[in-house]
């Protein structure tokens, strides 16, 4: 794969390689940039495991100023699929393999008012291709507001799309 800083490289791989101390992101990823991911702030990373300080952007939020709930899962799932390869070296020969996300099971306990709360994000389990991930969403007094649960299959990139 090329130089992540030049044009030819995928701007979703740019993003993921290219980033600041404590950014989980850069610029360029659709989804991430969406949850404006390139202002979260990371406070832990370890092997398997994240905790990160986000942000509620006004346009994912109810009309009662609230996370909208459809949007949690967004979060979850980015957080998810970042945690999987935790602790790890972002390189270029990594992206031989894909993570699909099969299965999500999200709990809502508290809403997420912001305007930042923390995300702590696990791999609970991994097993050949697959990746069991918990994530929880704590609000600003730190209880516990979301809990999730995201099973991921790791996919080779040259396989064909749906074929997971």
Known sequence: ???????????????????????????????GDFLEAYEWHILEESEGFLRIRAHVPA?????????????TPTYVDLVALFTVRA?????????????????????????IVGPQFVMESRLIKQRGRTNFVETRFFDPED???????TTLREVSVDRPLGDV
């Not at 346009?59 to 949007?71: W, Y």
């Not at 209880?143 to 999730?148: E, G, K, N, S, W």
Request: no cysteine; hydrophobic share 35%; proline share 11%.
């Open 1 to 31: 794969m090329t130089d992540p800083t030049t044009p030819e490289t995928p701007p979703f791989v740019r993003a993921w390689q290219t980033r600041r101390p404590g950014q989980l992101i850069g610029k360029g990823h659709p989804a």
């Open 59 to 71: 346009h994912v939020k109810n009309p009662r100023g609230q996370l909208f709930g459809g949007f």
């Open 87 to 111: 602790g790890e070296q972002r390189l270029a020969q990594r992206f031989r393999t894909w993570l699909a996300t099969t299965n999500m099971r999200v709990d809502y306990f508290e809403p």
């Open 143 to 149: 209880t516990l507001a979301v809990f999730a649960l």
